[in-house]
């Protein structure tokens, strides 16, 4: 993918969320983790294409709470200007919200969790430009808070791993097979039948 750094694309925790995130809505949330440079929003923005799942970017949400001068938006500007993380909890209401707002079934959530109390926290900002240091610290900071996720849902069967440092169009028709089984029907086949 001529990024710095190549590393996977991980889809991970394919999740079938009912308890409580949107009421008795019964949803599919599915983790996009991948280092820096690792092409996570150009799939993300492939599936949503071709498979009609929604994008929330943890970071976006973030970022656009805090451009809308609420209270909370503050509280969040605060927090990042200190140097501290946003609590787990926030995040997740951000993102439920949005979930809610949608009014889809089927979502893929980039920038989180990053770490294991996010991901415990999910189930019961501001970016720096992206020079080749930036990007270095970035990863180490992938490996040292994801891998941890990535391998908590590895154990439970729920990854599928993406090899993103071949062409954008091989990555993707990787990304489709792991989401065959959330496409419509047409696109499944591949062929229109006449009824």
């Given amino acids: 993918m001529g990024s710095v750094v190549d590393a996977p694309t991980v889809v991970a925790g394919q999740e079938e969320v009912t308890d409580n995130m949107l009421g008795d ?7 996009v983790l991948g280092g820096p440079g690792s092409g ?3 799939q993300c923005a492939n599936i949503v294409e071709h498979f009609g799942f929604i994008h929330l970017s943890a970071g976006d ?6 451009k809308s001068g609420s209270e909370n938006g ?27 707002k949608s009014g889809n079934d089927k979502f893929l959530i980039d920038g989180f969790p990053r770490n294991e109390e996010n991901r415990a926290a999910f ?4 970016r720096v430009d992206d020079n080749i240091e930036t990007i270095r610290k970035r990863f180490k900071v992938f490996v040292e808070s994801s891998l941890p996720v990535i391998e908590y849902y590895n154990a439970k069967d ?17 990304v ?4 065959a089984p959330y496409a419509p029907n047409a696109l ?8």
């Avoid at 809505?25 to 983790?31: A, E, L, M, P, W």
């Avoid at 729920?158 to 990787?174: H, N, S, Y």
């Avoid at 489709?176 to 989401?179: E, G, R, T, V």
């Fill in 40 to 42: 996570k929003g150009t």
């Fill in 25 to 31: 809505k019964k949803v599919t949330v599915v983790f």
């Fill in 158 to 174: 729920k990854v599928k791993k993406i090899d993103a440092a071949k062409p954008i169009p091989e990555v993707f028709e990787d």
């Fill in 188 to 195: 499944l086949s591949g062929v229109t039948t006449n009824l």
């Fill in 61 to 66: 949400l973030l970022r656009a709470e805090i």
């Fill in 123 to 126: 189930e019961n900002v501001g």
């Fill in 176 to 179: 489709k097979a792991i989401f």
């Fill in 74 to 100: 503050t509280m969040i500007e605060n927090m990042i200007k200190e140097g501290k993380i946003v609590p787990s909890e926030v995040t997740i209401k951000l993102l439920q919200e949005a979930m809610i």
